[in-house]
């Protein structure tokens, strides 16, 4: 089991007046990490439920290892979509669960699914109901693991657990990647604890794509420059100004879209620091206001 | 950690042969696997392998079919000559400049460090 593919044309998913998805062509590697990044409302939850073949598109093709994943059978029993809420009997022990979870997950592993419990410091005999936020995060991240599933979604599953849950999931994620390889989708608007993560990354912006591109790409295209600010302006004048700092003399500017070697040559001459800039902060900047 | 501009695994790929270099990692000794390198520093085990990829190309690591990936013989020194070959134009050269800027004098440069290092 490696993974299956994953390929959107020109998907669009429309509700009564909202136009959630549009236009949104994408294609994510089998086997790959994938960062689904976008504002509350951008529409990523609607495209992972899309693809685990929840909603009909209202118009486009979307492909999932070559067939389309609408109410197929094949297909959905391929792909495991967690969400925050958890989507569990909530009034039944996480035993029970688990067990239901063993019966309809074909790849189900109980060992692990036990071994995880223990690292989260969940208890079996607890029901669902009666756990915290991060607790529910962290029994949505045993079911997604455990299920082994060629495709596995994390939809903003780790937004509720604190920092030392956060780096455990990682973790536990990554060595299990490592073990048993397969297309794992972690969608998010926090992306500076995971950014390393990812193979490749969609940034959705209002129901379309913003970017679709490999991470290291995306990361190369930022930059900012700081020095004296007149030098700085006239190095940025024609570039993709994402956003300016003034403090005082000095300014510094993010720009978007890579930098030549004459422009990094003049930077230096003109004792400007070229230095990098996040993805969370490119994130931020493609998807405030400012730039709509 | 690799927060520089450059991309991820050239910066891996830096790291290992810095640590050549300076002797923490010598001719025949094992580095890291691939995942190993991937779950200590979180970071995607396709990048990691990348760097690898890259070494072994260079002929500074080599691969053990199913034991793992060593320091190839040879490789701190070639890494050294390299830089030795370096060392003038990227260190040096801007070091010199600051000095002329700052008016520093080439005697005084030398007294520096034919003191070793001291004033």
């Known amino acids: 089991m490696t993974g299956l593919g994953i390929t959107a044309h020109h998907l669009a998913v429309h509700f009564k007046d909202t136009r959630a998805l549009d236009e949104v062509s994408i294609q994510i590697e089998p086997g790959s990490i994938h960062g689904l990044l976008g504002r509350n409302g951008s529409g990523k939850t609607t ?6 073949g929840l ?14 994943p609408f109410e ?10 967690i969400r925050e809420g958890g989507d569990v009997l909530t009034d039944e022990q996480i035993r029970i669960n688990l067990k239901y ?13 036990e071994e995880l419990l223990e ?3 969940l208890s079996p005999r607890k029901r669902p109901d009666k756990l915290s936020r991060g607790q529910r995060s962290a029994l949505g991240v045993v079911i997604g693991l455990a299920s082994r599933a060629p495709v596995t979604f994390f939809d903003e599953v780790h937004l509720g657990m604190d920092a030392p849950s956060r780096y455990r999931f990682y973790d536990l994620l990554l060595a299990d990647y490592v073990e048993h390889p397969r297309t794992i989708v972690l969608s998010s608007h926090l992306i500076s604890e995971i950014e390393q993560l990812f193979a490749t990354v969609t940034i959705l912006d209002r129901g ?19 020095g004296p600010a007149s030098a700085v302006r006239d190095l940025v004048s024609g570039l ?6 003034s403090l005082g003399p000095t300014e510094k500017v993010t720009v978007f879209g890579g930098l030549d070697a004459d422009l990094r040559h003049r930077a230096r001459t003109a004792d400007v620091e070229i230095g990098p800039v996040s993805m969370q902060d490119l994130f931020v900047h493609l998807t405030s206001g400012e730039e709509r | ?97 600051e000095a002329r800027l700052l008016g520093i004098q080439p005697a005084d440069l030398l007294a520096y460090i034919n003191n070793g290092g001291q004033k």
């Open chain 2, 1 to 97: 950690m690799f927060d520089g501009t450059e991309p991820i695994y050239i910066q891996i790929a830096d790291q290992i042969r810095a640590d050549i270099v300076s002797g923490r990692l010598n001719a025949g000794d094992q580095v890291m696997s691939t995942t190993q390198y991937a779950t200590t520093y979180r970071i995607n085990p396709a990048t990691a392998a990348k760097a690898f990829a890259e070494l072994v190309a260079e002929g500074v690591l080599y691969k053990q079919r199913g034991v793992g990936m060593f320091v190839a013989e040879g490789a701190p020194e070639r890494l050294r000559s390299e830089r030795r070959e370096a060392f003038f134009t990227e260190r040096l050269d801007p070091v010199l400049a």
């Open chain 1, 208 to 226: 379309r794509v913003l970017i679709h591109d490999d991470a290291e790409e995306l990361r190369s295209r930022g930059a900012a420059l700081i």
């Open chain 1, 119 to 121: 690292a989260f410091e």
């Open chain 1, 240 to 245: 993709h100004v994402l956003s300016t700092q």
């Open chain 1, 101 to 113: 979870f063993a019966n309809v997950r074909r790849y189900w592993d109980a060992d692990y699914a």
């Open chain 1, 47 to 52: 495209l992972l439920s899309t693809i685990a």
């Open chain 1, 55 to 68: 909603r009909r598109p209202t118009s486009g093709s979307l492909l999932v290892d070559g067939e389309d």
């Open chain 1, 72 to 81: 197929s059978e094949r297909i959905m029993g391929e792909i495991c979509l």
